[in-house]
């Protein structure tokens, strides 16, 4: 909120304040921003009266608070989802393990969505560390990649991984999604895979990639999940 006064927002605000009026201001979530915020910035750009620049002052100060015209709560935003593709997760003495090879799975969407991550398994013999590198491709082509880590606590839990910026997907294409491990721990690994899943609004179909040299397929193997945002599920 503070930024978008810093960016000069305010003026064509005041500008808007005059044309429709004084309860437009009253949307804004002032008491959404913190005190630093208010006073560096909403607080001297003349669009509040004395006396609601002192009301939003005590309601971050005063421990007796006055009622604002003002929403206090901040916008929810967008939430992530999770698109978790096998219905159990095992672990042998031989496998799931990692020299260097890809592990990947293709998937389309019938819905618009932001790829923003995957959900990874870790070590199945106690507590390790791994580096990761994530990458998104189409017909060959790539959209994101990067290079991370994670720490894996021993249990089989997935442990997330993120892309600098959100993928678009567009519906009806599929995608490639590949990750190389680099961890000298053996694995837990994803069985009883489903090549339909329905999370929210959003259909996910999977299918095996040509380019899984590790094992990883459709019924099982590593990325056991799609962390994205989609249509808003309705309540």
């Given amino acids: 909120m503070g930024r978008c006064f810093k960016m000069g927002y305010c003026g064509m605000y005041q500008a808007r304040t005059r044309t429709h009026g004084s309860k437009s201001k009253t949307i804004i979530r002032l008491p959404a921003m913190n005190l630093e915020e208010f006073a560096n910035s909403a607080a001297q750009t003349g669009i509040l009266t004395q006396q609601e620049t002192i009301d939003v002052f005590l309601h971050f100060t005063a421990s007796n608070k006055p009622q604002l015209c003002f929403p206090i709560k901040p916008r929810q935003g967008l939430k992530t989802q999770v698109c978790h593709r096998f219905q159990s997760c095992a672990y042998r003495s031989n496998q799931w393990r990692y020299r ?9 969407v019938d819905k618009r969505i932001f790829v923003v991550g995957f959900g990874l398994y870790g070590s199945s013999s106690g507590a390790a560390d791994y580096n990761v590198r994530i990458e998104l491709k189409r017909l060959g082509c790539v959209l994101s990649e990067n290079s991370t880590k994670f720490f894996s606590d021993g249990s089989s839990s997935t442990f997330h ?40 609004n959003v ?33």
Avoid at 100 to 108: A, E, H, M, P, W
Avoid at 188 to 199: A, H, K, L, N
Avoid at 219 to 232: A, H, N, R, W
Wanted: proline letters at 6%; charged letters at 15%.
């Fill in 100 to 108: 260097g090879r890809c592990d990947s799975i293709q998937f389309s």
């Fill in 161 to 200: 991984v993120y892309f600098e910026n959100p993928i678009q997907i567009e519906p009806e294409c599929f995608y490639t999604a590949s990750v190389i491990l680099d961890g000298g721990e053996l694995s837990y690994f994803g069985q009883e895979g489903m090549s339909e899943i329905t999370v929210g």
């Fill in 203 to 235: 259909n996910f179909q999977f299918q095996c990639s040509s380019e899984s040299t590790n094992g990883t397929g459709v019924q099982g193997g590593q990325i056991p999940e799609l962390i994205f945002y989609g249509p808003p599920v309705d309540d």
